[in-house]
Nanobody
Framework: QVQLVESGGGLVQAGGSLRLSCAAS????????MGWFRQAPGKEREFVAA????????YYADSVKGRFTISRENAKNTVYLQMNNLKPEDAAVYYC?????????????????????WGQGTQVTVSS
């Protein structure tokens, strides 16, 4: 079992920055590939960023490439999403997700169905 708790969301002006954290409980974190997704009102949940179990591989949605950075710190069972140059269209509830079934050190995953654990989400609001 893995429990995920996101934090770090809030209200920020366009052009500002936020760092989201996702703290995981359970010993399987270091064996899980991790991802961030977001969901705006009335829209489907969409992929934002992913990182492999080893942290050697990362992948980003085109809409956030160059502005967001995903990282993980296995010693702290935490994955981060550094968000810079935020835009109003980045406003959403951001979810952390874990794929604990992977056996690959360097694979990342971009679909909702690839993940078997989810956090409760943290709200990010960007004012223009």
């Amino acid at each position: 079992q893995v429990q995920l708790v996101e934090s770090g969301g809030g209200l920020v002006q366009a052009g500002g920055s936020l760092r989201l954290s996702c703290a995981a409980s359970g010993r399987t974190f270091s064996n899980a590939a991790m991802g961030w997704f977001r969901q705006a009102p009335g829209k489907e949940r969409e992929f934002v960023a992913a990182i492999s179990l080893s942290a050697a591989s990362t992948y980003y949605a085109d809409s956030v490439k160059g502005r967001f950075t995903i990282s993980r710190e296995n010693a702290k069972n935490t994955v981060y999403l550094q968000m810079n140059n935020l835009k109003p269209e980045d406003a959403a509830v951001y979810y952390c997700a874990a794929n604990s079934r992977t056996r690959s050190q360097n694979s990342y995953y971009v679909t909702v169905g690839s993940y078997n654990y989810w956090g409760q989400g943290t709200q990010v609001t960007v004012s223009s």
